[in-house]
Structure formats: structure tokens, C-alpha cells
């Protein structure tokens, strides 16, 4: 019998996404239901019978917590998530695996993996860790700040979502602002001043007036003949000249 799946998330970008990545990385995986909440994933999951339930943490109405403690010992749980590493050491102490949003192929197939080896069991009795989840992710720790995840910039006639986990940095261009990924340069209107509060200062640094720079895809820093600071990235031809007033970022130079 073929290994099936449900998928719960409200974001429907997310659910595509995830489900595109599982069909890469699991191609025999079958995804039977989709859900946009937790109690339409229990009423799916009642009819279909899955086997592993993907469930998004935060949802309108119940959540995937909830969800979870009522379909644990029916189905193997893994939580979709934007919480911070802090909040994820309480998912690496028991059976509960858990994918950090937005999905990256490297982590779904570390997860796929693990999920291959546990078919052959009984899922665990994971109920006193999802209370003390609930409580810990509930309580002691607030999520992120609901920073700018994706990027949608017109192509053509479609829309085209891109992860900021895909993009290396953002370049003011006139009218418009350039989206540079490691495959393709797009534009969108959006300005970069409004990127620059919308994005996770943790993720993307200012280092010019002009210049948004995702910080891992960061390689290299030196100086120039001139003396000044500039930025090679990882994979990617190209540098990036830091401003005289963004030069504190890099100390160490």
C-alpha cells in the first residue's frame, strides 16, 4: 500500500509549496487531503486515514497543537513552523519532528528519512510532549515577528512567488527594486524601504542606501584597492560595495 499524507496549513502558497517539495523529495508519497485549519484536518484525517500529518503550528481557529492531540496515535506528526530555534529544541526531545518555514529541500528530506524508518512502528505515545509544547510555545516563548516571507513579482502574465530563503539580496533600480535569487534577477515596486521593514533585520542587512543583502548568503568581506568594504556571495558572481555608514557591520575588517 502506498505511504499518504495530509497537509494543514491556511497559507495556500505553503501547502504548494510543501507539496511540490514532498513530490521531490518522496516521490511514492501520496498527499490524500489538504486542509486550511486544524478542524478540517481531524474531519479529513477521520476520512482518509493518513499516515503522517503535516500540520502548520498556526492556524485559524484550532491550531496544529490541538490537531495533533487528537490524531498523534493515529498518524505520524510533523509540525510546520516559524518559531525560532529556542522554541524548536522542545520538538529535537521526543518524537515529534517539525519542518521551519519556508521549507528548504535539505531539511524535507532529513525529515522524509526519518518518517521511512518510523513507518514500520506504531506511532509513539506523544501526548505529555505536546502539552508541554502547547504550554512552552503558548507562554514562555513568543514567536517571530511576522516578517516578510515571500516575495510575489509579476512575470509575464503570472504571478511568481519567490522564498526569501532563495533571494541574495535587494537592489534599488529607478522606479523599481531588483530581486537577485542565484538563478534569475526579477523586479518588483515594492521599495526598498519598505523591504527594510518588512524583512527579518536578523536575515537581511542594510549595507547601502541602495543595497539589502541576505547575511548567509554573505561569502566574503575585504577592501578594495580604493579602501573599500566589499561583499562576494556565496556561488554567485559579482560584489557588492558596503557604504561608509554600514561599515559597522563588519567590525572586524
Known amino acids: 500500500m502506498p505511504v499518504t499524507a495530509l497537509i494543514a496549513d491556511d497559507e ?41 500529518a503535516f500540520l502548520d503550528i498556526r492556524m485559524p481557529g484550532m491550531g496544529g497543537i490541538d490537531a495533533a492531540r487528537q490524531l498523534y496515535n493515529r498518524c505520524h506528526i510533523v509540525f510546520a513552523t516559524a518559531y525560532d530555534q529556542y522554541a524548536l529544541d522542545a520538538f529535537e526531545q521526543g518524537a515529534i519532528d517539525y519542518l521551519l518555514k519556508p521549507v528548504t529541500p535539505a531539511r524535507l528530506q532529513t525529515t522524509c528519512e526519518r518518517l521511512r524508518a518510523r513507518l514500520n512502528r506504531a506511532p509513539q505515545d506523544i501526548g505529555a510532549q505536546l502539552a508541554e509544547l502547547g504550554k512552552l510555545l503558548k507562554g514562555d516563548v513568543a514567536p517571530k515577528p511576522n516578517y516578510l516571507r515571500w516575495i510575489q513579482a509579476q512575470v509575464g502574465g503570472s504571478l511568481r512567488m519567490v522564498s526569501t530563503r532563495e533571494i541574495l539580496y535587494f537592489q534599488a533600480d529607478d522606479k523599481y527594486t531588483c530581486v537577485q535569487t542565484a538563478t534569475t534577477e526579477l523586479l518588483i515596486r515594492k521599495t526598498l524601504k519598505e523591504l527594510a521593514d518588512e524583512l527579518d533585520p536578523d536575515e537581511f542587512w542594510r549595507i547601502h542606501r541602495s543595497t539589502l543583502v541576505r ?30 555608514n554600514h561599515g559597522h557591520l563588519f567590525q572586524q575588517m
Open 215 to 244: 547575511v548567509d548568503a554573505i561569502a566574503e568581506v575585504y577592501r578594495d584597492l580604493r579602501g573599500r568594504q566589499m561583499l562576494r556571495l556565496r556561488d554567485f558572481p559579482g560584489e557588492l560595495e558596503v557604504s561608509r
Open 12 to 52: 495556500a502558497p505553503l501547502r504548494d509549496q510543501l507539496r511540490a517539495r514532498l513530490g521531490e523529495a518522496w516521490p511514492e508519497l501520496r498527499i490524500v487531503a489538504e486542509a486550511a485549519n486544524g478542524a478540517e484536518a481531524l474531519e479529513l484525517a477521520a476520512r482518509h486515514k493518513p499516515d503522517i
